[in-house]
């Protein structure tokens, strides 16, 4: 498939764009201030121009990191998540672009009490930080996009801490921790799904005393892994 | 009351001006320039440190400033200028913030068009348009300071406005019999709104973040003002009734 990766040279940038180079053909841009020569990434402002529309022309799916992109202060992370991810997503109806996947973070729900069964059926609880309150607002440009116009889109919200390597590492970091092997598969996955209407699915590796229910992921990606009693309840729906 | 209006130079801001002047002090601002009486600061919304410093010794601020079309500025001006905002009552410990928008920065497309009897307690649904989605984000930061800091945000949401005398809008008129959309409403009962939400105490109100819909009462049924009236005391004048009933030959 072709893909288009945002903010690739931003740390979940490089992460997803290692995962999904090996099975497909990965475009990678950046924003002109973070695009070096002759790195491989298209430098590209992300503005409402002929340039936009024309990187993401031919694309099957196109990934808009949000958290651990890159960093700004406020006004700049809010203009971000919120203009450019609309001006992405404009650009993607308008070529006929059928999936964009928005990466997100768990720490939406952070709120909540460890031993609640925090499911994609609670309500996020946005802190007023400025990295959390900017990757609410790109959920909620995502959602709109979904619910009004031709394009299916997938917020995967991403455990934390992000934790370089495999789930082992993960384990001895946190409840909600996600190790980048885990992200590579679950964005693996989520492309080769493909897009479903609006999809919002919770992953973090599957540490013992896991913090948030991955139900949706585990029905819609088969991420961690398809366990055969949830295949059967699933079913049995 | 010390009140910091945010782009006041606008259609709706002088008759708020009006509403509000001798009752309360008031500090205006616009990007444009404008004659006033009243303390006039030249403000962008979407500079934080012009926000900010505008809003000293506040103890209420008007968002009254929008900008629709353009794909830069709509989200400078309706999105971080309401952060900005948030920031400066956040800055100032200025309680009150009266947020203004369209009515489909909530009841989008996907409402007005399939539903009746659309109350302003639904879940947002502004859909992509740029001047409904802007608006809306900008109120969703308003409402997440609104759940962390000790800021009362109340939103009052408008679509038409009316002369009341001459029954035009300022696309036209004098519009006879010709129907309206019904969320519709006089300029001066519109201030009066803002006015209402102003100086309403706050132990009124139900939560830190209220959302009301500004048109008159009006038969059709398929927006619900009656929270408006209930919780902010709002008694529209006039009801536009020209409008709305066929001239009988
Ligand atoms: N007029 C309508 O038909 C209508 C309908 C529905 C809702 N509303 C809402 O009512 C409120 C008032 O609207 P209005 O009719 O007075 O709009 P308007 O366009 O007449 O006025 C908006 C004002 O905002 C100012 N402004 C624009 N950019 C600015 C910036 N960067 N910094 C500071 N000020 C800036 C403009 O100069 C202008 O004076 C808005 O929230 C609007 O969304 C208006």
Known sequence: ?237 | MKILILGGNGMLGPPVIDNLSGRHELRITDINELETEHDYRQVDVSNLEQVVDAAEGMDAIVNLSVLRPHRQIAFDVNTRGNYNMAIAAKTHGIRRLINTGPHFQLAGRNYEEFNFELTPDMPPQPGTRLYAITKALGQEILKVFSEHEDIYVQTLLFYNFYDAETLSAPNGGPRIGTDLTPFSVSWTDAAQAIRCALELPFAKLPSRCETYYIFTDLPHQKFDNSKTRAQLGWRPRHFLEGVWTKPIA
């Not at chain 1, 971000?80 to 672009?97: E, F, I, K, P």
């Not at chain 1, 925090?118 to 959920?139: F, K, M, N, Q, Y």
Request: some cysteine; overall charge negative; glycine content about 8%.
């Open chain 1, 1 to 237: 498939m072709k893909l288009l990766v945002t903010s690739a040279n931003s740390r979940l940038g490089q992460i997803a764009g290692k995962a999904l180079s090996a099975t497909h053909d990965v475009t990678l841009t950046d924003l002109p201030q973070f695009a070096a020569a002759g790195d491989g990434v298209v430098a590209n402002d992300l503005n409402h121009d002929e340039a936009m529309d024309d990187l993401v022309t031919g694309m099957d799916v196109v990934i808009f990191p949000g958290i651990e992109s890159h960093t700004g202060d406020a006004s700049w992370l809010i203009d971000h998540h919120t203009r450019r991810s609309y001006n992405v997503l404009r650009a993607c109806v308008d070529a006929g672009v059928p999936h964009a996947i928005y990466l997100s973070t768990l720490q939406l729900l952070d709120d909540y009490e460890e031993r609640l069964t925090v499911s994609e059926r609670w309500r996020p609880l946005p802190s007023t930080e400025d990295e959390i309150l900017a990757v609410h607002l790109g959920e909620y440009v995502f959602r709109e996009y979904a619910r009004e116009e031709p394009i299916s889109t997938t917020i995967l919200r991403l455990g934390f801490p992000i934790i370089d390597g495999d789930r082992a590492g993960a384990e001895s970091v946190g409840s909600a921790a996600v190790a980048t092997d885990d992200v590579g598969l679950a964005i693996n996955a989520t492309v080769e799904a493909g897009g479903d209407g609006y999809r919002l699915l919770h992953i973090q590796s599957p540490v013992p005393n896991a913090r948030y229910l991955l139900g949706n992921a585990e029905l819609a990606i088969g991420f961690p892994e398809q366990k055969e009693s949830l295949a059967g309840e699933g079913a049995a729906r």
